[in-house]
């Protein structure tokens, strides 16, 4: 009996998966990894235009990229998180603030798949 306890105590929760990811995609946008952080979205149509709307911005300096909240939903199959942005653009120096969400959807043990949990919503509007 004790054993059955001890192994169902092991088993991960799905949201367990969601937070490292929400952090590694906050340090990819803020180190400038655009790329590795489109990875994160669910289809290569928002993946492309994530990366686009970066790719046009050469003096977008990014100073912090903060996870604010990571609300579960009560399925446990989906997310919002709110994360905020810090960042100028050249040559001004002048620090702006960008807060926004971004929902996540849980993949399950999709074959092939690099990630369990993959942003459902397309990236912002930026600034």
Same mark, same amino acid.
């Given at each position: 009996?004790?054993?059955? %306890? !001890?192994?169902?105590?092991?088993?991960? #929760?799905?949201?367990?998966?969601?937070?490292?990811?929400?952090?590694?995609?906050?340090?990819?946008?803020?180190?400038?990894?655009?790329?590795?952080?489109? #990875?994160?979205?669910?289809?290569?149509?928002?993946?492309? +235009? =994530?990366?686009?709307?970066? +790719?046009?911005?050469?003096?977008?300096?990014? @100073?912090?990229? #903060?996870?604010?909240?990571?609300?579960?939903? +009560?399925?446990?199959?989906?997310? @919002? @998180?709110?994360? @905020?942005?810090?960042? =100028?653009?050249? *040559? !001004?120096? !002048?620090?702006?603030? =960008?807060?926004?969400?971004?929902?996540?959807?849980?993949?399950? %043990?999709?074959?092939?798949?690099?990630?369990?949990?993959?942003?459902? !919503?397309?990236? *912002?509007?930026? *600034?």
């Amino acid at each position: 009996m004790v054993a059955v %306890l !001890s192994a169902c105590a092991a088993v991960p #929760r799905i949201s367990d998966d969601l937070t490292p990811a929400a952090y590694d995609f906050a340090q990819r946008l803020r180190w400038k990894d655009f790329n590795g952080a489109a #990875r994160y979205f669910d289809d290569a149509d928002k993946k492309h +235009a =994530f990366v686009d709307v970066f +790719a046009e911005m050469r003096d977008l300096q990014i @100073t912090d990229v #903060r996870v604010e909240t990571i609300d579960l939903d +009560a399925g446990g199959q989906g997310a @919002t @998180t709110r994360m @905020t942005l810090e960042y =100028f653009l050249l *040559p !001004s120096v !002048s620090v702006k603030t =960008f807060a926004f969400e971004l929902d996540w959807a849980y993949a399950g %043990l999709k074959p092939k798949a690099a990630e369990t949990w993959f942003i459902a !919503s397309p990236f *912002p509007p930026f *600034p």
